[in-house]
């Protein structure tokens, strides 16, 4: 199974960006998927989290302002971040997690201009 992260780009600070996670393989409703971020110099950190349960959970710095979702049948996730800092610039991956997988996807570049 790959994974294929898309949806970074350059916005100004206040913009929206959302970033989409497609799965080569049906995984999806087997899995927990996450969107992490690793900033410059910093060690790679959580931001949301999804559960095949359909709960959801996000890092204190983007509660908020980003909302993580799935589609299963399409075995796509998005990470939909509004209001947008220049601290949330980062490559941004996305991981799909279960029981006997886990998949990261390539990183997708994400940079907010002040």
């Known amino acids: 199974v790959q994974l294929q992260a898309s949806g970074g780009g350059l916005v100004k600070a206040g913009g929206s960006l959302r970033l989409s996670c497609a799965a080569s393989?049906?995984?999806?409703?087997?899995?927990?998927i996450s969107w992490f971020r690793q900033a410059p110099g910093k060690e790679r950190e959580l931001v949301a989290i999804?559960?095949?349960?359909?709960?959801?959970n996000f890092a204190d710095s983007v509660k908020g302002r980003f909302t993580i979702s799935r589609d299963n049948a399409k075995n796509t996730a998005y990470l939909q971040m509004n209001s947008l800092k220049p601290e949330d610039t980062a490559v941004y991956f996305c991981?799909?997690?279960?029981?006997?997988?886990?998949?990261w996807g390539q990183g997708t570049q994400v940079t907010v201009s002040s």
């Open positions: 991981n799909v997690y279960g029981v006997n997988h886990d998949y």
């Open positions: 393989g049906s995984i999806f409703s087997i899995s927990v």
């Open positions: 999804s559960t095949s349960g359909g709960s959801t």
